[in-house]
């Protein structure tokens, strides 16, 4: 590990900190952007500390449950290589092939450990209908998100729970 940190030579701190958002808002546009794909009724979305929650009532297919991992991933992994190991890099690193695969590999795999995680709950007990909507609506006022329903989102919850979205949010 020692060796490791030798290797790091000349850090340029406000290029480091642009890398950094940089790698978190295409990542988090990546996953948005293949949600949007999905062409379902779109209940509602929310803004959080997470980032942006798009809620749909149907179950995800298995294809769009792994897209939604993999382009993410292959993203940050993109976004990471032309960051540290590009003449564009804010650090100085060593450009083995060892080196590559740790900042790499230890990059991707924190940026997706939730949608890891995901992949798995939805592919071993997959939710649809008004079990997912419940689970997202409990998850998003866990984070504290403020959530934004749509003209379908208001008469599918009056509908299914004869609710509006303030009564189910206080309900829950």
């Known amino acids: 590990m020692l060796r490791i940190l ?21 990542f988090k546009g990546t996953r948005l952007l293949v ?5 379902d009724p779109l209940v509602g979305w929310a803004i959080g500390p997470l980032g942006v929650t798009i809620m749909f009532v ?4 298995v294809m769009f449950i792994w897209l939604s991992m993999l382009c993410p991933a292959i993203v940050s992994g993109s976004v990471l290589y032309v960051g540290f190991f590009t ?11 060892f080196m590559q695969v740790i900042v790499i590999g230890c990059g ?4 997706i450990i939730g949608d890891i995680f995901n992949v798995f709950q939805d592919l071993r007990h997959p939710l649809w209908g008004e ?3 419940l689970r997202s609506i409990q998850w998003l006022r866990a984070t504290w998100a403020r959530v ?7 008469s599918y919850l009056n509908d299914h729970f004869g609710s509006s979205p303030t009564d189910l949010w206080q309900a829950l």
């Open 131 to 133: 079990a997912r909507m």
């Open 58 to 61: 149907h179950e995800p297919s």
């Open 148 to 154: 934004h329903f749509t003209p379908f989102g208001y």
């Open 6 to 26: 030798h290797s790091v030579h000349g850090v340029n701190v406000p290029g480091l900190v642009l890398l950094l958002l940089l790698w978190i808002l295409l």
């Open 108 to 111: 991707v795999l924190l940026s």
């Open 87 to 97: 003449s564009l890099s804010p650090v100085t690193l060593a450009h083995t092939v």
């Open 35 to 39: 949600m949007l794909l999905r062409h």
